[in-house]
């Protein structure tokens, strides 16, 4: 019983086995995958993959790397996005002054405006943040303010997890917590409350180890799991029990 909170198996590098890795998934005991929209053509087909499929949800929003491209009508769809019953957050949205590959500036106010979709709409939102901490921060406690989210791929400091927790968000855990140089990921993991925690792939990327240098894939969320379990000293079936719960509390999952 395990629930991938995010995944982009729309993406181009799944086109030669798309139907193989979901039924892998299964096989190693994914029930759920949230696959999460990065720009609105992105979107339209994670609609189209939680249509498909049973135990697959959609997200639907624009990156910040997409940020330059977005345009006032693309608000309007993402609203009408979530009436459809497979939809069930705005994400990924967020900031990246990492590769800013959109204007700051942009990256900033369409974020914004996402989370005002998000609250019209009284929808989750999962957030992107990479070196962004600051603005980030100070966006959500300024514009979020009452709505429900997550950080995927946390990245942050634990007085940033705590901070944000305080707010009511969960954490997501990724695949660089297995990593040799996960740096302070593997205390925060310990110190976040089990109820705010989720774990995720964020497919293709962020390929766990033994596995790292080669596509992600859902299947391995539970390599992310187990890892979490033990810096945790519980038992998988524990924290896959739990992180499944959170999931489908957050995203209004039944």
């Known amino acids: 019983m395990l629930f991938d909170s995010h995944a982009h198996i729309d993406d181009e590098k799944f086109d030669i086995d798309r139907e193989e890795v979901i039924q892998r998934a299964i096989d190693n005991g994914v029930t759920g995958?949230?696959?999460?929209?990065?720009?609105?053509?992105?979107?339209?087909?994670?609609?189209?993959?939680?249509?498909?499929?049973?135990?697959?949800?959609?997200?639907?929003?624009?990156?910040?790397?997409?940020?330059k491209d977005a345009l006032d009508t693309d608000y309007e769809q993402l609203v009408r996005w979530t009436a459809l019953d497979k939809v069930v957050a705005i994400g990924e949205i967020g900031l990246d002054y990492y590769y800013d590959f959109s204007p700051r500036e942009v990256q900033r106010s369409v974020f914004i405006h996402q989370l005002d979709v998000a609250r019209q709409t009284n929808m989750p939102f999962i957030i992107h943040d990479r070196d962004a901490h600051g603005d980030l921060l100070e966006i959500l406690k300024k514009e979020a303010k009452g709505l429900k989210g997550v950080l995927h791929c946390f990245s942050g400091s634990l007085e940033m997890a705590n901070e944000v927790i305080k707010m009511g968000l969960y954490i997501s855990i990724a695949g660089p917590v297995t990593f040799k140089n996960a740096a302070k990921l593997p205390e925060i993991v310990t110190k976040v409350p089990l109820e705010y925690l989720l774990v995720e792939t964020d497919s293709p990327y962020l390929t766990p180890q033994p596995y790292r240098g080669k596509r992600n894939e859902p299947a391995y969320?539970?390599?992310?799991?187990?890892?979490?379990?033990?810096?945790?000293?519980?038992?998988?079936?524990?924290?896959?029990?739990?992180?499944?719960?959170?999931?489908?509390?957050l995203f209004g999952i039944s």
């Open 33 to 67: 995958i949230i696959n999460v929209g990065a720009s609105m053509e992105s979107s339209a087909r994670s609609i189209a993959l939680a249509e498909k499929y049973e135990g697959i949800y959609a997200a639907v929003g624009i990156h910040p790397h997409d940020a």
């Open 221 to 249: 969320v539970k390599l992310v799991a187990e890892q979490v379990a033990n810096l945790r000293g519980i038992e998988m079936d524990v924290l896959a029990k739990a992180t499944s719960e959170n999931v489908k509390k």
